[in-house]
């Protein structure tokens, strides 16, 4: 048949348009007549709209733990998952073709018998009673409704009560069954049908309804779902009319009995089953999260807040929530349950939930990024709270990893770490040595208590402090003008630098001005001025663990979209930022703050030294106080693991901790390492070189 022949046809048939429903239904069987037959009707199948050759359902995407089967929560605007027709009960596949189109295997997309009757009854009765719409006509008319390419406008035209529209799914229709398998459009069908209750597609309503799995439906459990397809809004039986859904049940009970598929006695016992509903929601977003898992909520939080920066998912961070409620990846994330319970036992043993102060936790992968817990002692909820309370008990706002109103805390002397780092790399060696004063001037202007006429004049926390140390000795003990003097030698701007190498974020704006345009003067930076968050202080010490490879933050193990393919996204991101000698150094002088012993022998005292004896095996860290213990902070790391808790009142800065929390913090990361590493081989940090320890390499010095 010619183009022009089919033209002409489809002119004749369009013409109904102006004639109304029933010309054009009367159009139809007289096309026959003439030898034309529906199937000249076909759209070419390469025409059809790329959404009928590739159909885009939306799908539910899942977040699990690192096992890969706790279920975290679901991201959705449909509930909605596509399984194959294998895993749909063969009783389920029989009754929706009972229910809506029982010439399914017998017609080629559309139905004559059905236009025929449709157009008899609709001519006798003067309305459109009757539509003559096949399930593959129906699966047509779904998909471009629910394309989410396709405007508002574009989508109520698929569902317009037309000739038009009409004649386009029958084109559409004759060009599918052309080149799919009557299966085929049965499972595409079962996957896009909605049957009430915010279930799309026959795996979600199974779960709503009856939770299971579509493969393990009943007869008369199927014959339910399968009767909601035509009024999935009235006969819902869990928000609608129950006694509707039992009508709609025993219709297509007889139909399946007349079709010769059910035996009249199996249906009849079907018939007299109660509904025997068993309803289940499935999770959305991460106020979803389970009640007994509330703390899950922070990390979940945090991995949205991850996904919306991901370009891979979208131009737009709409876009990109768009991909995940609608793209039907599966997540498995780097959330150790195990590990995410210690945490948050250990930080509610020292602060409930109720009390003004918390006590973020992040618990980080060395070598991949990825973030085992985030742990604090709120409640993750939407709840309000008192007045006069911002963040405590309930809150949503990311006190683990900063964000939004939450620019972070000052974690005081764990910044010397990053003066240290500047120092190895500038060519001064650990074993540098320097006579450190009670109180040291130096050249940064400053104003306030820290200030000598004008200039920046830290002293030591007590005496004990004051004499002569190396860098080992000086982290070690904390000493505070042994490191104002080492960022003078180094230049101040060279450790800002170097933080931000390490992943140290910038949030309050007064930071980033300073490292902006300010880097050069800012000597108090070295001891923890700058407000930070766990995730990141525990991201940069594990760099040093990782022998100078720092990692961003992540949130994932694996993502796969819901043709199985893995997204790159979910690959960690790592870059050696230092030189892993300077990083083997850095970690041998973290050993003296918590206890154990550099490789050289040359630690002399810390500030947790009851560490490495809780662990019992080789580990590093720093505690750090902010300006009248406003905050305290402990992080600890071994090859294996970095953890970071800070206590603070993120409500009001001013509300001071107090020094006596600082021991039963770095009691608490003990054991929350101790767990984390129950099953993890012990390995030591690889000493630095004896150059990197002893001997000045040309050390610059700042000017």
């Not at 004749?12 to 034309?36: C, E, R, S």
């Not at 390469?46 to 890969?68: H, I, V």
């Not at 393990?216 to 779902?225: C, G, H, I, N, P």
Request: proline content about 6%.
């Amino acid at each position: 048949m010619t183009r022009a022949h089919l033209e002409k046809i489809m002119t004749v048939l369009i013409a109904g348009v102006l004639a109304g429903l029933v010309l054009a239904a009367a159009a139809l069987p007289v096309a026959l007549v003439f030898g034309v037959g529906f199937s000249a009707l076909a759209a070419p199948y390469s025409e059809l709209p790329n959404t009928l050759r590739t159909p885009p359902t939306a799908q539910r995407s899942n977040l699990y733990a690192n096992d890969g089967a706790t279920l975290i929560t679901s991201f959705y605007q449909e509930d909605r998952v596509d399984v194959p027709l294998a895993e749909v009960a063969p009783v389920m596949r029989q009754a929706i073709v009972a229910a809506e189109d029982e010439r399914f295997h017998e017609h080629s997309g559309v139905d004559i018998r059905g236009v025929v009757r449709a157009f008899t009854v609709n001519s006798r009765d003067g309305t459109t009673r009757q539509g003559a719409s096949t399930l593959t006509m129906q699966y047509v008319r779904n998909v471009l409704s629910s394309d989410p390419r396709l405007s508002e406008r574009q989508r109520a035209a698929a569902t317009e009560v037309s000739t038009v529209r009409k004649i386009q799914e029958m084109r559409y229709a004759l060009a599918l069954e052309r080149e799919l398998t009557k299966d085929e459009i049965l499972a595409r069908y079962l996957n896009i049908a909605y049957f009430g209750a915010g279930a799309y597609g026959v795996a979600a309503a199974s779960k709503r309804y009856f939770s299971k799995a579509p493969a393990d439906l009943t007869l008369a459990e199927a014959a339910m779902l399968a009767g909601l397809v035509r009024s999935p809004h009235s006969d819902d039986p869990i928000n609608g009319d129950a006694d509707s859904a039992l009508a709609r049940r025993a219709y297509v009970l007889d139909r399946l009995v007349e079709s010769g598929q059910v035996p009249p006695e199996e249906a009849a016992r079907a018939k007299g089953e109660q509904l025997n509903l068993r309803p289940s929601e499935t999770p959305n977003d991460c106020t979803a999260v389970p009640a007994a898992h509330n703390d899950w909520g922070f990390f979940c939080d945090w991995f949205t807040r991850w996904w919306n920066a991901q370009s891979a998912f979208g131009a737009t961070v709409d876009e990109r929530q768009l991909t995940l409620r609608r793209g039907g990846f599966t997540i498995v994330s780097s959330l150790d349950p195990g590990v995410q319970r210690a945490a948050t036992e250990q930080v509610r043993r020292i602060y409930p939930t109720t009390d003004r102060r918390a006590l973020p936790t992040a618990v980080v992968q060395p070598g991949t990024g990825r973030v085992l817990a985030m742990a604090v002692n709120r409640t993750y909820s939407v709840e309000a709270n008192p007045p006069g309370r911002k963040n405590h008990p309930n809150t949503v706002n990311q006190l683990v990893a900063g964000g939004g109103t939450i620019e972070g805390y000052q974690a005081g002397s764990t910044f010397k770490l990053f003066t240290l780092l500047a120092a190895l790399e500038s060519g001064l060696p650990l074993g540098t040595e320097y006579d450190a004063p009670a109180r040291i001037v130096t050249g940064y202007p400053v104003s306030g208590p820290a200030s000598c006429d004008g200039y920046w004049c830290p002293g030591n926390a007590n005496e004990s402090m004051d004499g002569r140390h190396t860098m080992w000795t000086a982290f070690g003990e904390s000493v505070n003008t042994y490191f104002a003097w080492l960022a003078e030698r180094v230049g101040a701007d060279r450790v800002v630098e170097m933080a931000e190498r390490l992943g140290i974020v910038f949030r309050a704006e007064s930071d980033a001005r300073l490292a902006r345009h300010g880097a050069r003067h800012w000597g108090p930076f070295t001891l923890g001025v700058s407000a930070t968050t766990p995730l990141d202080l525990a991201g940069a010490y594990a760099a040093v663990a990782a022998e100078g490879t720092w990692c961003a933050p992540l949130p994932v193990v694996s993502i796969t979209d819901a043709a199985g393919r893995p997204v790159a996204a979910a690959r960690p991101d790592c870059r050696q930022v230092i030189d892993a000698d300077v990083a083997r150094a850095a970690a041998d002088a973290a050993r003296c703050p918590v206890g154990d012993q550099s490789m050289y022998g040359r630690c002399d005292g810390g500030t947790a030294s009851g560490l490495r004896e809780q662990l019992g095996r080789p580990v590093a860290g720093k505690t750090g106080s902010s300006e009248g213990y406003a905050t305290e902070t402990v992080v600890a790391f071994t090859p294996q693991l970095a953890v970071a808790s800070i206590a603070a009142n993120p409500d009001d800065p001013r509300d001071a901790v107090g020094q006596a929390v600082q021991g039963r913090m770095v009691q608490a990361v003990g054991e929350m390492m101790s767990f984390a590493l129950r099953d993890e081989p012990v390995r030591d940090f690889v000493p630095p070189s004896e150059v990197t320890a002893f001997q000045v390499t040309g050390a610059r010095t700042g000017d």
